[in-house]
C-alpha cells in the first residue's frame, strides 16, 4: 500500500459543486501539505500544516479549504468548484528534517465542467 | 520570493546518450536545498537527486548528477545512459531551509527517450 493515499484518483464535477479530496498518510509525519499541477506551471503550494492545530495558506489559497482531522489525514475541499480548478491535485508529507524530502501522494486529477 | 525557471519545456534524446536540463533559481539566501523530482506518465513524483547548498560536491545518483553552480544560482541535471523508463517530466525545486515543505517548483522539463 502507497505511504500517502488520494482520494479519489480521478473526479468529474460540475461548476458550483462542492468537492473533496481526502489524504491520509502512514509515514509518521507531522507536516503535510497540497499542492496544486497545472501545465506550464510546475507544482504550487495550496495549503499546509504542521500539525493538527497549526493550518497555513499557501500561494494559491484561495477558493480553497482545508481540514486536518488528525495526524495522518489532510483534506482540500472546494466549496464552489469552477472550472479554472481543474487540474491534477497532490498530497505531500514531510518529516520536516534535514532531508527536506517531499513525500507525494499518487494524485487527485479533477475536472470541472 | 524565491523562483525556479526550467527553459526548456520538452526534449528528446535517444537510449543510451546523455541530455542536460537547466535550471535557475532566484533567491538572496545562503540555506537552501535544491531538488529534481521525475513525474512518469503513472504521475506519481518521485525523488531523483537532492543537493544542500552548502556542499560544493555535486550531487550523484546512479546515472544522474547535478551540476550545482551556487554563484551563477544554475542547477542543472544530466542523465547520462538514457532509457526509455527515463521518459518523464522532469521537474526543479528549491526549498529555504527555514521553510520546511513550501517548495518552487519549476515549470518542468518533458523528457522524451527514443529507441
Known amino acids: 500500500d502507497a505511504d500517502v493515499t488520494q482520494t479519489p484518483r480521478n473526479r468529474i464535477t460540475k461548476t458550483g459543486k462542492r468537492i473533496m479530496l481526502e489524504c491520509s498518510q502512514t509515514?509518521?509525519?507531522?507536516?503535510m501539505y497540497w499542492y496544486r499541477q497545472d501545465p506550464g506551471l510546475g507544482l504550487r503550494l495550496i495549503y499546509y500544516?504542521?500539525?493538527?492545530?497549526?493550518?497555513n495558506k499557501g500561494e494559491i489559497s484561495d477558493g480553497y479549504s482545508v481540514s486536518r482531522q488528525a495526524q495522518a489525514k489532510f483534506s482540500l475541499s472546494l466549496e464552489s468548484a469552477i472550472p479554472n480548478q481543474t487540474a491534477l491535485y497532490f498530497c505531500?508529507?514531510?518529516?520536516?528534517?534535514?532531508?527536506?524530502?517531499?513525500?507525494f501522494g499518487e494524485g487527485s486529477r479533477l475536472t470541472v465542467l | 520570493a524565491q523562483t525556479v525557471t526550467q527553459s526548456q519545456p520538452e526534449m528528446s534524446v535517444q537510449e543510451a546518450e546523455t541530455v542536460t536540463l537547466s535550471c535557475t533559481y532566484d533567491?538572496?539566501?545562503?540555506?537552501?536545498?535544491l531538488f529534481w523530482y521525475k513525474q512518469p506518465p503513472s504521475r506519481q513524483m518521485i525523488l531523483v537527486i537532492r543537493?544542500?547548498?552548502?556542499?560544493?560536491q555535486n550531487a550523484t545518483e546512479n546515472r544522474f548528477s547535478v551540476n550545482f553552480q551556487k554563484a551563477a544560482k544554475s542547477f542543472s541535471l544530466k542523465i547520462s545512459d538514457s532509457q526509455l523508463g527515463d521518459t518523464a517530466m522532469y521537474f526543479c525545486?528549491?526549498?529555504?531551509?527555514?521553510?520546511?515543505?513550501?517548495?518552487?517548483f519549476g515549470a518542468g522539463t518533458q523528457v522524451v527517450v527514443t529507441p
Open positions: 543537493q544542500e547548498a552548502y556542499k560544493q
Open positions: 533567491t538572496s539566501e545562503n540555506n537552501y536545498y
Open positions: 505531500a508529507t514531510s518529516d520536516g528534517l534535514a532531508s527536506g524530502e517531499l513525500f
Open positions: 525545486a528549491f526549498i529555504l531551509t527555514d521553510s520546511w515543505g513550501k517548495f518552487q
Open positions: 509515514k509518521g509525519h507531522d507536516r
Open positions: 500544516s504542521f500539525d493538527v492545530k497549526d493550518i
